[in-house]
């Protein structure tokens, strides 16, 4: 398969944002952008600037705008944790949910729970409301 019968899969804003960013400078930090989201199937695309400011003096301690970025948007993973919607999303979801469970069953002095709880009886119940 050539890359352009690839690339004919691709809806066609997909398809230009590719080309645009691929053809720029800005190419390194838009691959890092779709590293960080860790294959979400639907980034979110923040645009915007924000700054934060010492309340006591008005000194500016950092500005941030995406107009620096590719595209001019920051694509941030959508966090979704139902697996149809988002695989990777909801794949990170699960396993942050099984270290929680495990923390709380075992003790992890790292997560603030003292291994002293082990000894403490265990009920895991799921209430589910008439319907």
């Not at 980034?43 to 008005?58: E, F, N, S, V, Y």
């Not at 001019?72 to 909801?90: D, E, K, Q, T, Y």
């Not at 992890?108 to 403490?120: F, S």
Request: hydrophobic share 30%; aromatic share 6%.
């Amino acid at each position: 398969m050539t890359d352009t019968a690839a690339m004919a899969g691709l809806d066609p804003a997909t398809l230009t944002d590719v080309l645009r960013v691929a053809g720029s400078t800005g190419y390194d930090r838009w691959e890092e952008q779709i590293r960080r989201t860790g294959g979400c199937a639907q980034p979110i695309h923040l645009t915007g600037a924000t700054k934060t400011t010492d309340r006591a003096t008005g000194t500016l301690l950092h500005h941030y705008t995406t107009d620096t970025e590719p595209g001019g948007r920051l694509r941030v993973a959508c966090g979704n944790r139902r697996a149809s919607r988002c695989p990777a999303c909801a794949w990170t979801y699960a396993g942050d949910t099984y270290h929680l469970i495990r923390a709380g069953l075992t003790g992890d002095p790292a997560k603030g729970t003292p291994h002293t709880i082990r000894d403490h009886p265990r009920v895991f119940a799921t209430l589910t409301a008439p319907s």
